[in-house]
C-alpha cells in the first residue's frame, strides 16, 4: 500500500502568477524545495511530540505499552515508516510526498484495528494543517523569488 501527498502550485497571488514565468527546471527546483520542506515536517510529528500532526494520537493500548515499555506512540519503534519517505519527481505543478510500507494508510487513516494516527501534516479533509501551509507557502515564495533573482 502507499500513501500520497500531492502539492500543487495553483492561485492568483502574486507569488503563484510569478512562478508562471519560470522555466521548467526553474518551477521544478521549487517543486523540490517544497517537496524536502514537506517531508521534513512529516518527519517532525515522529517521536512523542509531533508539532505538525493534524490530530493527538491515541494512546496506546495497553498490551502493546506493555510490550515496548511506554504509554505514548511515537511510530519509531524501527524507523521503517519514517524511512520510507520519499519525494517524488516534480510532475507539471506538482511534487508527492510518499510512504510505501505496509501499514502506512492504516496509521495515517486508521482502520477497524488500529487509530489513526496521522503522521502528515495533512487533514482529514485533504488539507494541510495551518502550520505546514504557512510553512509550504513560505518555502514557496522564498524559492520562487530565488529563481526570480536569477532571472535579473
Known amino acids: 500500500m502507499e500513501t ?30 517544497i517537496g ?3 517531508k521534513f515536517l512529516t518527519v517532525q510529528n515522529f517521536g512523542y511530540t509531533g508539532s505538525n500532526r493534524p490530530s493527538q494520537w491515541a494512546p496506546l493500548s495497553e498490551k502493546y505499552a506493555k510490550r515496548v515499555k511506554r504509554s505514548v506512540a511515537t511510530m519509531d519503534l524501527t524507523g521503517k515508516l519514517m524511512r520510507s519517505l520519499r519525494v517524488s519527481a516534480p510532475d507539471g505543478n506538482s511534487i508527492t510526498v510518499s510512504s510505501d510500507t505496509p501499514y502506512d494508510e492504516a496509521q495515517q487513516n486508521g482502520n477497524s484495528r488500529l487509530p489513526a494516527r496521522p503522521f502528515f501534516p495533512i487533514n482529514h479533509d485533504g488539507s494541510a494543517t495551518p502550520y505546514a501551509q504557512r510553512v509550504l507557502e513560505t518555502t514557496a515564495k522564498l524559492a520562487i523569488q530565488e529563481q526570480m533573482r536569477r532571472l535579473s
Open 4 to 33: 500520497n501527498v500531492t502539492v500543487k502550485i495553483v492561485g492568483n497571488s502574486g507569488t503563484t502568477r510569478f512562478a508562471s514565468f519560470l522555466t521548467d527546471n526553474e518551477r521544478n527546483e521549487v517543486l523540490r524545495k
Open 36 to 38: 524536502a520542506k514537506l
